[in-house]
């Protein structure tokens, strides 16, 4: 039996994400299919404590990267949107660095630079080269009529959801930099 389940991660959500699907395997519903956006397509299995682990390689991969983690007992399983996606039986994991795709801090911090660069930077040049634009152009008058009204309704919905994108996903990603920037010093 599958079922599909709707849910919205930003690209700073990954941490979520990964509690969430390894409590739906708990329930006895394994991860086989990531449709984008927010498709989340799952088969029936037998309820297990399953490790899931995301890594954002949204470019080339080093050679020997997934027979490396194969090797730690790691199952490649799905990608999307450059994010690679992985699981482990937590039985599998002896000790806590074993449930964990990065061997330290340095990696992790790696990870969200690179999500930064890569995701976080071109949504911010979006929004200022396209959106703001447009929404500052319905103000000088440049739409009129109904059309005017439709194009202003539409870059204001625009450009909130871009403002609380970048803020949310600008200041949780510090967050989990930060946090791993501290275990490197510590």
């Known amino acids: 039996m599958r079922k599909t389940l709707i849910r919205i991660f930003t690209i700073a959500d990954y941490e979520e994400e990964e509690i969430w699907l390894r409590g739906q395997h708990k329930k006895g519903w394994k991860l086989v299919k990531m449709t984008p956006p927010m498709f989340y397509t799952f088969e029936s299995c037998e309820p297990e ?39 482990k039986p937590a039985s599998a994991a002896e000790t806590a660095e074993e449930g964990e795709l990065f061997s ?18 071109p949504l911010a040049i979006v929004f200022l080269c396209c959106v703001i634009p447009n929404f500052a152009r319905v103000f000088t008058g440049s739409y009129v009529g109904a059309f005017g ?28 930099r930060d946090k791993y920037r501290t275990g490197m010093d510590g």
Not at 68 to 86: I, N, P, R, T, V
Not at 151 to 171: E, K, M, N, Q, S
């Open 49 to 87: 404590d399953v490790i899931y682990r995301l890594d954002f390689k949204n470019t080339e991969r080093p050679e020997g990267y997934f027979q490396m983690l194969k090797d730690f007992g790691w199952e490649y399983f799905a990608q999307c949107f450059g994010w690679l996606y992985f699981r």
């Open 149 to 176: 009204l439709f194009w202003g309704i539409l870059f204001a919905v625009l450009f909130v959801l871009y403002v609380v994108l970048i803020i949310h996903c600008g200041t949780k990603l510090k967050r989990i």
């Open 104 to 121: 330290d801090n340095e990696s992790r911090v790696d990870l969200v630079s690179h999500v930064v660069k890569t995701r976080l930077l």
